[in-house]
Nanobody, 125 residues
Framework: EVQLVESGGGLVRAGGSLRLSCAASGFTFDDYGIGWFRQAPGKERNLVSC????????YYADSVKGRFTISSDNAKNTVYLQMNSLKPEDTAVYYC??????????????????WGQGTQVTVSS
């Protein structure tokens, strides 16, 4: 059974940092990319960043470039999202999803995606 479990969310002041973790199990981690998405109340769920587990390629939404860094530890089947210089507009529920096709030019989603339960990130002004 495929499972994705997010952790690391919380409440932080603007300018602060958080690191999210996504622990994956039930599939061959090295073969797939994993993405971080976020959804604010009343808004669509959008990709924040993704990473290719095979070659380490990464992709970032324009809104987080230079502030967020995605990384993976294939031995631990875990993907991280380091979020720095957080802004109130980063407030959302953050989800990880797999499989995701990810390259430095963009990403693509597959039909059979798996999602974690989400972790809340709240940035106060």
């Amino acid at each position: 059974e495929v499972q994705l479990v997010e952790s690391g969310g919380g409440l932080v002041r603007a300018g602060g940092s958080l690191r999210l973790s996504c622990a994956a199990s039930g599939f061959t981690f090295d073969d797939y990319g994993i993405g971080w998405f976020r959804q604010a109340p009343g808004k669509e769920r959008n990709l924040v960043s993704c990473i290719s587990s095979s070659d380490g390629s990464t992709y970032y939404a324009d809104s987080v470039k230079g502030r967020f860094t995605i990384s993976s530890d294939n031995a631990k089947n875990t993907v991280y999202l380091q979020m720095n210089s957080l802004k109130p507009e980063d407030t959302a529920v953050y989800y990880c999803a797999a499989p995701i096709f990810c390259s430095d030019l963009g990403f693509a989603r597959y039909e059979n995606e798996y999602w974690g339960q989400g972790t809340q990130v709240t940035v106060s002004s």
